[in-house]
Structure formats: structure tokens, C-alpha cells
């Protein structure tokens, strides 16, 4: 992860423009996607209504619109013009906003589920790539708030429209979070439409496949034992709003641990970390799930939950630090991670689907075993996928880990004994930033930053950007061994 740097001006932190405007509307666009409801809760149709149908169509919808996003934005990058993505999210919505009017009238059939299943996944799949994109160039520090802001919009909000009636939902939906999310979207895509066209050099498709390897392998692994646990050992009733309330606060808490290790302990957090703190914690609830009576087995779901939430929050994050670090569009990381792990999330849909079959019909053991036995899939691939990710001393630039970044340039700081703000200007300049991007981000003029440049040249030895980025990729190899 980068290190967290901040505007200063007197002492005082400042923030890069915009970021007030871009905090509202993903706190409104959190807003939203709450109220549209989790996968398998769906607030806003009648609480009579079956619609497996939705569900299926919803999940493959993501899946599809991620990898083609991810495959199109590789190829030519700057092919979608931010207005089309919010062309997707408007025209989504609206599509969903007729076929829940025909729920309610009494045209729920088969094709109107599955057509406002595809119109809601496409519009909400969009919108999520859409800010994504815009805040991907801000600095990560800030990147990180905004991360945080949005996901304690969407737990508040989930704790409050999960006491208003459907009718209500469907109502606020439709005449107030549709308007006022695509209008503040548009907002926030204005300011930043200057920067469309500008195309940094990019790492070859091979270097972002070996820096995403890891981390996909274990969020698809985290994200396909987490819920199918949950919704085969957890028979607690059907009580919609218990459900929301056990997600909410699942989420709170997973959440309030990232917001510790990322702003307290000022601790670099990865999908891996997670992976592996998380990997005793669900084999040791699945175990003990088996020893218990089935509506006992809350804390399964608590932590499937709980888990989902760490996953997506870094998905999100993982994505940013990649995209900045090798120059690929955010589009082509988030579409391959996100597309994955939807993918995951798969046999879940058809266990809570109408006609699917739950796996506690088997023995408690042998589905333990099963999900012991996933859980430890990616250690069989982790030697392969480090070897992938390791550096040389010769490597190029653009196969370092994102995540040993900072650590390097932290290292090289001290050593060379940098002052702090040529230490904030060399963790940008190994990022791939220009003087007029570390310019505006710490809010100095360009000829300050040729200087500072110049100085952190002269401090470590080397002639151009290349040989400092040689430098900083031997720090890593060197921290890794």
C-alpha cells in the first residue's frame, strides 16, 4: 500500500479538491445500493414474492458486465467515456424502476424478474465501476477514506431502510436515490472529465495477472466457503429483518477492524492478511457448527458476513493500488478481481434459489470437510504465484508487489536520510506520478518538485526515473528475502 500522504499547509492536513463532492455522492450511492437490498434480501419487491429468478440473473449479469469491461478497457483503454457508464447506471435503473412497477400491478412473471434482475446488476455493476474510476487517481491515503465513508453509509443506511415498509423502499427508490445518485454522479464525473485521454504507459497484461494472482485466489476462496457455510449450517428462521440486522452489524465489525489495522495501527492491509486471519477463525466455525443445533448456528452466518465485507472493501482497494502502480486502467483490475469472485459466489445463489438443494441434507462432517478442504486450496498454489510475483534484481519496473511500495521507499528514506518531504515526493515518484500530479497532491508548485526531484536523485545515486525505479525494486526483492 502507498504511504499515506496528505496535504499540508500550516500544519493543518488539507484534502485534494473535489474530495467533499466525491464523499457525498458515494455516501448517496452506498445510500442506494442499500436500499435496492443485498443479493438474496429484496426489499423492494413484495415480501410474498419468490424471485429466484432475479437472483440468478443479477449474479451472472455482474459477472458478465466485469469481465467484459475488463476485457474491452485492456484493449482500448479510454474506448468508454465515463458518460457511457453512467448511461449504464441511468437506463439500469430505470429499467428496474419499470419491472418492480409491473411487480407491484401484478406482473411478476418469469421475464420481467429476469429483466429486473439484468437491469439492476447492469446499473449497479456500472455505478461501482464508474467511482472507481474517479477515485482512482486521487491519493491512496484518501482513497482509503473514501473506502471507509462508503462503507459506513451503506451500514447505516442498511439498519435504517430495513424498518421501512417495501412499498416505502420501492417509492424512495425510484423517485429519490435514482435521481439524486445519477445527478450527483454526473456531478463528480464533470470534474474529472478533463483528465479522459490521458493514458499513462501500462505494465504488459502479464504483470497484472501475476499482482492480482494471489489476491483473487484468496478472496475466491473467502467468498465461496463464507456464504454457502452460512446458508447450509444457519436454519434460524426466516425473519428478514433478523438477517439484516445480523449482516449490518457482521459488517460494522469487520469494517471497525479495518478502520483500526488501516488508521490506528497505520498497518498495510491485504486480500492475503485477510485470507489469513480469516482461515482459522471459519474452518474453527465450521467445525464447532457441526457440534451445534442448526438455529444455534448464528455466528457462522456473523462471520460469512463479516468476511464478505473485509473482502469487498479491499477488492475495492487491491484494485486502486494496482491500477496506480502499473498504469492499467482500474477497470481491467476491479472487472478481473470482481469478476472472479462474483463468479464465486455462484453456488450460493443456487442453494438459496427456489430449486436449489441445501448441503445440510449431508452429514455435518463431510460438509465440514468439504469447506475445511476449499479453505486450504490456495496454499497449494501459493509457492507457484510467489515465484510469478518474485523480483530480481533486473526485473521491470512494473512486476513489484503494490503492497511493498511504501515499505522500499519508507527504507530508502531512512537510509539516505531524505526529509520527509522528499520522502512523500520519492513514494509518488515510485509510483509512476509526473511533477504536475505530486504538485497538486501536496500542494507545492512544479519547479519545487524538480528540485525535490532533482535533491532525491542526487541523495540516492541515480540519473532518471528509470534507475530509481530499478532502485526501488531492488529495496523490495532485498525486503522480501
Not at 456500472?126 to 486521487?138: E, H, P
Not at 477488492?315 to 478481473?336: D, E, F, N
Not at 508548485?445 to 530499478?470: C, D, F, M, P
Request: proline content about 4%; hydrophobic content about 50%.
Amino acid at each position: 500500500m502507498l504511504e499515506r500522504v496528505r496535504h499540508r499547509e500550516g500544519g493543518v492536513c488539507r484534502r485534494t479538491p473535489g474530495f467533499a463532492l466525491y464523499a457525498a455522492g458515494i455516501a448517496l450511492w452506498m445510500t442506494l445500493v442499500s436500499c435496492t437490498g443485498s443479493t438474496y434480501v429484496l426489499p423492494l419487491a413484495p415480501e410474498h414474492m419468490d424471485l429466484g429468478v432475479y437472483v440468478v440473473v443479477q449474479q451472472i449479469t455482474y459477472i458478465a458486465f466485469y469481465f467484459l469491461i475488463a476485457a474491452v478497457t485492456w484493449r482500448r483503454s479510454l474506448s468508454l467515456r465515463s458518460s457511457l457508464f453512467t448511461g449504464f447506471v441511468a437506463g439500469g435503473f430505470a429499467l428496474a424502476a419499470a419491472c418492480i412497477v409491473l411487480i407491484y400491478l401484478g406482473a411478476g412473471g418469469a421475464v420481467v424478474q429476469g429483466v429486473y434482475g439484468f437491469g439492476m446488476g447492469l446499473a449497479i455493476a456500472a455505478g461501482y465501476m464508474q467511482w472507481l474510476r474517479l477515485v482512482v487517481d486521487r491519493p491512496l491515503a484518501e482513497i482509503e477514506e473514501l473506502l471507509v465513508i462508503a462503507s459506513i453509509a451503506s451500514i447505516i443506511s442498511g439498519l435504517l431502510v430495513a424498518f421501512l415498509p417495501a412499498e416505502m423502499r420501492a417509492a424512495l427508490f425510484m423517485f429519490a436515490l435514482v435521481p439524486a445518485s445519477v445527478a450527483m454522479l454526473a456531478a463528480n464525473t464533470k470534474t474529472r472529465r478533463e483528465k479522459e485521454g490521458k493514458e499513462r504507459e501500462r505494465a504488459p497484461m502479464r504483470s497484472m495477472v501475476r499482482a492480482l494472482g494471489v489476491p483473487t485466489l484468496c478472496a475466491t476462496v473467502l467468498v465461496l466457503v463464507a456464504p454457502v457455510a452460512s446458508t447450509t449450517y444457519y436454519s434460524g428462521g426466516d425473519d428478514p429483518l433478523f438477517r439484516v440486522l445480523l449482516a449490518q452489524g457482521a459488517n460494522a465489525v469487520g469494517l471497525g477492524i479495518l478502520i483500526f489495522l488501516l488508521f490506528g495501527m497505520k498497518r498495510n492491509v491485504s486480500i492475503f492478511n485477510a485470507y489469513c486471519a480469516l482461515l482459522p477463525l471459519l474452518a474453527s466455525s465450521v467445525l464447532v457448527a457441526s457440534f451445534v443445533e442448526p438455529n444455534q448456528r448464528w455466528f457462522v452466518l456473523f462471520l460469512g458476513d463479516a468476511c464478505f465485507c473485509v473482502v469487498s472493501f479491499l477488492m475495492l482497494l487491491t484494485s486502486s493500488t494496482v491500477a496506480k502502480r502499473l498504469g492499467v486502467p482500474v477497470t481491467t483490475a476491479y472487472g478481473l478481481l470482481g469478476g472472479c469472485v462474483y463468479l464465486a459466489r455462484l453456488p450460493e445463489v443456487f442453494v438459496v434459489a427456489p430449486w436449489g438443494h441445501s448441503l445440510s441434507a449431508l452429514a455435518p462432517f463431510a460438509v465440514a470437510a468439504l469447506l475445511l478442504y476449499a479453505l486450504s486450496f490456495p496454499l497449494f498454489f501459493f509457492p507457484l504465484l510467489k515465484k510469478g510475483v518474485r523480483l530480481d534484481t533486473d526485473d521491470t519496473p512494473t512486476s513489484v508487489v503494490v503492497t511493498d511500495i511504501s515499505s522500499a521507499c519508507k527504507s530508502l528514506a531512512e537510509r539516505y536520510h531524505l526529509p520527509e518531504r522528499q520522502a512523500e515526493v520519492l513514494v509518488l515518484l515510485a509510483n509512476g506520478h509526473g511533477a504536475s500530479h505530486i504538485a497538486e497532491t501536496l500542494c507545492l508548485s512544479e519547479n519545487t518538485v524538480k528540485t525535490y526531484r532533482k535533491a532525491i536523485y542526487a541523495a540516492l545515486g541515480v540519473h532518471s526515473r528509470q534507475e530509481l525505479l530499478n532502485l526501488v525494486h531492488r529495496e523490495v526483492a532485498r525486503k522480501s528475502l
